[in-house]
């Protein structure tokens, strides 16, 4: 079992939907829990990051953790052209090592 | 303020060469990590450098080492190489104050083994 799952998709949606995208994880002492979004050719980019259960807001993106089930989601409003891209969740696992661990993305396809 | 960037931009070797890929740091960054990432999964941690000492490693055989320079900048090497080594290779760097999770990501460096 992997430690980190995402569903790879691809995902496509029309323009202005609501996009949920989601992973779970089975090691319990994971510590931050991460959002990157990676464009075609590019490095990934941190949209969001969050240690805690609930939820977390920033513009159009709400990230959701659920530690008591081990998963994460993020939220997408009003979804535009340019949030196409592949959405990769990670999570930070820090004690005497570090690790990172990263899902293996969703592809997200938001049809004008 | 330039961000990552790294070196060259894609690479074709052949089975058995060895490769060397380069990175620079975001300005005031002093950590840098390297990641690889095959086509169509996430990437995967390969080592961290700090001080220009191996600070972590993940699940990466000897064949994949690593330098960074007293300017913070870092080399990868890989040995011996395999088809299976074909990937975007990622660094990305940090600040050793900053959080662990708030690290930036170069474009990566294409690598194609034939």
């Known amino acids: 079992q992997k430690e980190v799952e995402q569903d790879p998709g691809p995902l496509s949606v029309p323009e202005g939907a609501i996009v949920s995208l989601n992973c779970t994880y089975s090691?319990?002492?994971?510590?931050?829990f991460m959002w990157y979004r990676q464009y075609s050719r590019k490095g990934p980019e941190l949209l969001m990051y969050?240690?805690?259960?609930g939820n977390k807001e920033d513009g159009r993106f709400t990230a959701q953790v659920d530690k008591s089930s081990k998963y994460i989601s993020l939220f997408i409003r009003d979804s535009q052209p340019s949030d196409s891209a592949t959405y990769l969740c990670?999570?930070?696992?820090?004690?005497?090592?570090?690790?990172?661990?990263f899902g293996s993305g969703t592809r997200l396809l938001v049809r004008p | 303020d330039a961000g990552v960037t790294q070196s060259p931009t894609h690479l074709i070797k052949t089975r058995g060469q060895q490769v060397t890929l380069r990175c620079s740091p975001k300005?005031?960054?002093?950590?840098v990590s390297w990641y690889q990432q095959a086509l169509g999964q996430g990437p995967q941690f390969i080592f961290q450098?700090?001080?220009?000492?191996?600070?972590q490693r993940g699940n990466f055989p000897d064949r994949f080492s690593g330098h960074q320079f007293p300017n913070y900048s870092s080399e990868l090497n890989v040995n011996a190489l395999l088809l299976g080594d074909s990937a975007l290779y990622l660094c990305?760097?940090?600040?050793?104050?900053?959080?662990?999770?708030?690290?930036?990501f170069g474009p990566g460096t294409r690598l194609t083994v034939t």
């Open positions: 990305a760097s940090s600040p050793t104050t900053g959080p662990d999770y708030e690290q930036y």
């Open positions: 090691n319990s002492a994971f510590q931050y």
């Open positions: 969050t240690y805690s259960s």
């Open positions: 990670a999570i930070l696992f820090v004690d005497s090592s570090y690790k990172l661990i």
């Open positions: 300005s005031g960054h002093d950590t």
């Open positions: 450098y700090y001080e220009e000492e191996e600070r």
